[in-house]
């Protein structure tokens, strides 16, 4: 009879550690930070094409290089182009972009890593030694080198964060189960006879999934400081499509004159990734075990 009941231990644990989020997370001072200023930036993101006064890529030639006023709000760069409307449409693309480009590690390093900590092992040997060697290199480096190689683009940007970015969660993953499948519900799980997939599934991952959720956060920030370094570089979302790289790039060179067209781009991408950091530490918070 013991043995029949211990797998659905883990059931009541998880389920009350997602009722404790539910009552708790709006007394999680940097949660609710976090979750504001992601949340206003993503509906400025989300609604550019109501609220940009103008298209993006809409030249003036007549009115180049203006500085802020009623009629543009933070001016206009060197094509005449408003730089607020730009602002909003490169937070859409980076956003998605930043987002985006964390599922893909996030799902291959989660399978990874349940698979090396679970089975151990040749098939711990062979994932730790691929994760070994993405480590030797310093990830922005690596990133760079990659889309240099690919080409520039939205796709060779997924591909080459997604071939650099894995590791992360397979180490976290792996680390976690190696320690949760020694306990007693685990070894209840198979004394009943219940599959290895369904105990990883439904009994593991549940219990060990919360720290590669919050490291997801921190993700986020750099995979978004690596799409605006590839934009600065040339080598990221090509013109003329708006981005803030691209952009902090473009007003480089009237930085004494026309600070506006670079500060504002990197003062965006501060914000987000301070509202991200808020949010990983609030998730931390509230999915820590009490």
Sequence with gaps: MATAAAPIATEPLVVERHRGFWQRWYRTPSFVAGLVIIG???TMAALAPVIAPYNPNHQDLTQLLQGPSSKHWLGTDNLGRDVWSRMLYAARVDLQVAFLAVCFPFIIGTVLGCISGFYGGWADVGVMRFVDVVV????YVLIIAMVFVLGPGTRNIYIAITLVGWVSYARILRGEILV???????????GAGFSDARIVMRHLLPNVITQAIVFAMSDI?????AIV?????????QPPTADWGTM????EQFLTTHWQLSTFPGVAVVIVGLGLSLLGDGLAD???PE
């Design 40 to 42: 206003i930036m993503v």
């Design 136 to 139: 030797a290199f310093p990830f």
């Design 180 to 190: 949760a499948k020694r306990q007693e519900y685990v070894l209840a799980a198979r």
């Design 221 to 225: 920030v750099l995979d978004l400081l």
């Design 229 to 237: 370094t590839l934009g600065y570089l040339g080598l990221g979302i």
């Design 248 to 251: 902090i790039a473009d007003g």
């Design 286 to 288: 509230l999915l820590r």
